[in-house]
C-alpha cells in the first residue's frame, strides 16, 4: 500500500513544481529593493469530527523572526466548524497568542468569525473565505488608543485535486484590511502563499508551504517556510 501511494506523489510531483513555484518568485522580484527576513512556522492541529457536519479543532501554532534566530509568537486556537456542504461552511474560535517585542513577550486575546464558500471545475477548486476579528492586546489601559483592532481578512485561493493523486497544490492570496475605529479603512497586511498538501491514511494531513508577508506601511518583507500536521478522526 504504501508502495503504491508513493508511486502516486511521483507522479504528482512535476504538477505541484509548476503551479507552487511562480507566485513567490514574481512577488520577490517586484520587491527586492526591501529589506528580507526569513521565518519558521510550525502547526499542529488535532481535529474532532462530533456529528454531521460539527467539528472541533485545536491548533498549536509557533513562529520565528530575525532569520529563525528568534521566537516572534507562539499561540492556540480552539475554533468550532459547521460544515453544510463541500460548498460553504461557517467557523468561530478563540485565539490566544504571545508576541515577542523585544523585551518581553505580550499577551493577545482574539475572537473571529468567518464564512467560507467554494465552487468546483473538475479539479479546479476555488475558494473564498471571509473572517472578521477583534483583537485585545494585554499591558494596555481600557480605551488607549491601539489597545483593541478589528480586521477583516478576505483569502481567495485555488485548489488542484485530481484523482489518484494524494497530493493537492494549491495558492492563495489574503487581505487585512483594518475596520471601525483603529486605522479604519487602512491595509494592514498581504501574504502569498504557495504549498501542497498531503493526505495519507486517511487520518493524516502534511502541509508544506512558502509564504510570503507583507505588511503596510511596507519596510520589510518577511519569507516564510511553513510546515503543518493535521489529524483529524
Same mark, same amino acid.
Given at each position: 500500500?504504501?508502495?503504491?501511494? &508513493?508511486?502516486?506523489?511521483?507522479?504528482?510531483?512535476?504538477?505541484?513544481?509548476? /503551479?507552487?513555484?511562480?507566485?513567490?518568485?514574481?512577488?520577490?522580484? *517586484?520587491?527586492?529593493?526591501? !529589506?528580507?527576513?526569513?521565518?519558521?512556522?510550525?502547526? /499542529?492541529?488535532?481535529?474532532?469530527?462530533? %456529528?454531521?457536519? /460539527?467539528?472541533?479543532?485545536?491548533?498549536?501554532?509557533?513562529?520565528?523572526?530575525?532569520?529563525?534566530?528568534?521566537?516572534?509568537?507562539?499561540?492556540?486556537?480552539?475554533?468550532?466548524?459547521?460544515?453544510? $456542504?463541500?460548498?460553504?461552511?461557517?467557523?468561530?474560535?478563540?485565539?490566544?497568542?504571545?508576541?515577542?517585542?523585544?523585551?518581553?513577550?505580550?499577551?493577545? +486575546?482574539?475572537?473571529?468569525?468567518? %464564512?467560507?464558500?467554494? #465552487?468546483?471545475?473538475?479539479?479546479?477548486?476555488? +475558494?473564498?473565505? !471571509?473572517? &472578521?476579528?477583534?483583537?485585545?492586546? *494585554?499591558?494596555?489601559?481600557?480605551?488607549?488608543?491601539?489597545?483593541?483592532? $478589528?480586521?477583516?481578512?478576505?483569502?481567495?485561493?485555488?485548489?488542484?485535486? &485530481? =484523482?489518484?493523486?494524494?497530493?493537492?497544490?494549491?495558492?492563495? #492570496? =489574503?487581505?487585512?484590511?483594518?475596520? &471601525? !475605529?483603529?486605522?479604519?479603512?487602512? @491595509?494592514?497586511?498581504?501574504?502569498?502563499?504557495?504549498?501542497?498538501?498531503?493526505?495519507?491514511?486517511?487520518?493524516?494531513?502534511?502541509?508544506?508551504?512558502?509564504?510570503? $508577508?507583507?505588511?503596510?506601511? #511596507?519596510?520589510?518583507?518577511?519569507?516564510? @517556510?511553513?510546515?503543518?500536521?493535521?489529524?483529524?478522526?
Amino acid at each position: 500500500m504504501m508502495k503504491f501511494q &508513493f508511486r502516486r506523489l511521483l507522479l504528482c510531483l512535476p504538477l505541484v513544481i509548476m /503551479l507552487v513555484a511562480p507566485v513567490p518568485l514574481s512577488a520577490q522580484e *517586484e520587491v527586492e529593493p526591501l !529589506e528580507h527576513d526569513f521565518g519558521i512556522w510550525g502547526d /499542529l492541529t488535532i481535529k474532532k469530527h462530533i %456529528v454531521s457536519g /460539527l467539528s472541533a479543532s485545536v491548533l498549536g501554532n509557533i513562529r520565528t523572526k530575525e532569520n529563525s534566530s528568534q521566537i516572534d509568537q507562539w499561540r492556540i486556537n480552539p475554533e468550532l466548524q459547521f460544515k453544510f $456542504n463541500d460548498y460553504f461552511d461557517l467557523s468561530a474560535g478563540y485565539i490566544y497568542y504571545r508576541s515577542n517585542k523585544g523585551i518581553e513577550y505580550q499577551g493577545n +486575546h482574539r475572537w473571529y468569525g468567518a %464564512v467560507r464558500m467554494a #465552487v468546483s471545475f473538475g479539479p479546479v477548486h476555488l +475558494h473564498l473565505r !471571509e473572517r &472578521f476579528e477583534q483583537t485585545i492586546r *494585554e499591558g494596555m489601559e481600557p480605551g488607549d488608543y491601539g489597545r483593541v483592532y $478589528n480586521y477583516l481578512r478576505s483569502r481567495v485561493g485555488i485548489d488542484l485535486k &485530481f =484523482e489518484n493523486c494524494p497530493v493537492t497544490p494549491y495558492l492563495n #492570496v =489574503e487581505n487585512f484590511l483594518y475596520v &471601525f !475605529e483603529y486605522k479604519g479603512g487602512e @491595509m494592514a497586511e498581504m501574504r502569498y502563499t504557495s504549498g501542497v498538501k498531503y493526505k495519507f491514511a486517511k487520518i493524516h494531513t502534511l502541509d508544506l508551504y512558502y509564504r510570503i $508577508n507583507q505588511k503596510f506601511p #511596507v519596510t520589510e518583507l518577511k519569507h516564510i @517556510m511553513g510546515l503543518g500536521y493535521t489529524l483529524s478522526f
